[in-house]
């Protein structure tokens, strides 16, 4: 039994906002601005993809120890510690001189945020109860994330040109300092009265080792291909590690993750819909960010403002969808944002040659924003429905690692088959004819997405569990231990 504690719940989910938006800045921001990093530290070409891979891979790999962590040791805790080393090592990469400096920041900065990341989602199911104030609040979580992503391509092209490829490292650490400033201003931390259970050594071995493998294996297929030996000896190891984790789980006395947490139908459905969200989205980011800049010709910064519609559409898309989850289930908004997003995908996979920004992008793009906007904000919501407050971290970190893992074996696997499709071909029509197929797969995989929603999510949510004798009236930060 957790004893509470009082906090300031606007200031929560302020930090909790902040700290989200630099994770989702970082996963983009370093992208565009890799041609300069690669000339200025002297990258190999084989070496320079571990910008974003190590990155990815710790990440990744230890979300679900991160999650886990948070509700051993406390939310606060986990939160202000990833937030400070991911703070450290982005000064670290901004300042590197040699590549293997920049590649061992870039790992920092992943493990910093896969402490910090669970914990901040899990400062928000904990600090707002379940029902229409946690929906509002993960309403604002999920606009800020989509913001920060699509943001990241504006902020890496505008950085890069302007002021030089350190600062995509080091922009971050304003907003770093942003999040640290609001812990002390209403994010408290709650003591657990008894004794503590002891880590899931075992566990978090094994998942940290079949994931980061799994994440390896999938992200090294640009260079080895996905038949290659090496690449399905890494899989199946990957395999064998997490069919392992789920053996050792299903007898574990404080288990990394309760296997029973996947029996409830919104815990389970909203991970696979994040995954598939997750790869359509982050793809669709990529394919088009390569279209603009690679046949319609526009500059690293053009680009980056030309994201600027799909962001607004992106935020106006999750604060409609708070709007009917607050009053309705969050099927209610997944399933018609799903489509849309497949209807403005399948529309942008539409693009020629001989396009525009106007006539190929920008309609595609406010569409399909709107639609994938409807998704982010209620998928959060049916991911923690049901969780009990001594579990949010646990729950926190499997989201997390769903959407990362998604995000990153999506574009993997979607690369190759544009590849695939462009073959050998470097002309503007071959690039087009990949990119076009890649996109087209993306709008299938949010029909996909759809369908998850209407199958396995109850129609209804469930009602709020009733107020404890102890809580007052107002929303107050639950079960965080320290």
Avoid at 114 to 142: H, I, Y
Avoid at 222 to 235: E, I, K, N, V
Avoid at 271 to 286: D, E, I, R, S
Avoid at 449 to 465: G, K, M, N, Q, Y
Wanted: positive net charge; charged residues 10%.
């Amino acid at each position: 039994m957790y004893k509470n504690s009082r906090g300031r719940p606007g200031v929560v989910l302020a930090a909790a906002a902040v700290a989200q938006f630099v994770f989702a800045l970082d996963m983009s921001v370093v992208n565009v601005a890799l041609p300069a990093i690669r000339t200025a530290l002297g990258f190999a070409p084989l070496d320079l993809s571990w910008v974003v891979h190590v990155y990815a891979l710790t990440f990744g790999g230890l979300l679900l120890l991160g999650g886990r962590a948070c509700d051993l040791y406390g939310h606060r805790r986990l939160f202000v510690g990833g937030l400070a080393v991911f703070g450290l090592c982005s000064l670290a990469g901004g300042l590197a001189q040699e590549p293997w400096q920049l590649v061992a920041a870039r790992a920092g900065q992943g493990l910093g945020a896969a402490a910090a990341a669970p914990a901040a989602l899990g400062m928000l199911t904990t600090t707002f109860s379940e029902g229409p104030r946690r929906v509002r609040a993960l309403g604002v979580w999920s606009a800020v994330n989509a913001a920060g992503g699509a943001l990241g391509v504006l902020a890496g092209g505008l950085l890069t040109e302007y002021a030089g490829w350190r600062w995509v490292m080091l922009v971050n650490l304003p907003i770093v300092a942003a999040a640290l400033a609001l812990v002390p201003a209403g994010v408290t931390a709650a003591a657990q009265p008894g004794g503590r259970a002891r880590p899931d050594v075992l566990g978090a071995v094994l998942a940290t080792g079949g994931v980061g493998l799994l994440v390896f294996g999938v992200v090294r297929t640009d260079a080895r291909g996905w038949g290659s030996p090496a690449t399905l000896a890494t899989l199946a190891a990957a395999a064998a590690l997490l069919a392992a984790f789920t053996f050792t789980e299903s007898r574990a006395s404080s288990p990394l993750l309760r296997l029973g947490l996947l029996r409830s139908r919104w815990v389970a459905g909203a991970n696979v819909l994040v995954f598939l969200a997750a790869a359509g989205q982050f793809t669709a980011f990529y394919f088009v960010s390569l279209y603009m800049q690679q046949v319609l010709g526009m500059s690293a910064a053009a680009t980056g403002a030309a994201f600027l519609p799909f962001s607004v559409s992106l935020v106006t898309g999750t604060v409609i969808a708070t709007r009917v989850t607050t009053a309705r289930s969050p099927r209610a908004a997944l399933v018609p944002g799903a489509l849309l997003a497949a209807a403005g995908l399948g529309w942008l996979a539409l693009i020629s040659p001989g396009g525009s920004f106007l006539t190929d992008v920008l309609g595609p793009c406010v569409v399909s924003g709107v639609g994938v906007g409807l998704v982010l904000a209620p998928v959060a919501a049916a991911a923690t429905t049901g969780v009990a407050s001594r579990e949010a971290g646990m729950a926190s970190g499997l989201f997390n690692s769903s959407r990362q893992l998604g995000g990153c074996v999506g574009l993997a696997a979607l690369a190759t088959v544009a590849a695939l499709r462009t073959g050998t071909a470097t002309g503007p029509a071959a690039l087009n004819d990949g990119y076009a197929l890649g996109l087209a797969v993306t709008a299938g995989l949010f029909v996909l997405a759809a369908a998850v929603a209407i199958v396995v999510l109850p129609r209804h949510r469930p009602a709020p569990p009733g107020p404890q004798p102890a809580a007052p009236a107002q929303n107050r930060l639950e079960g965080t231990p320290s």
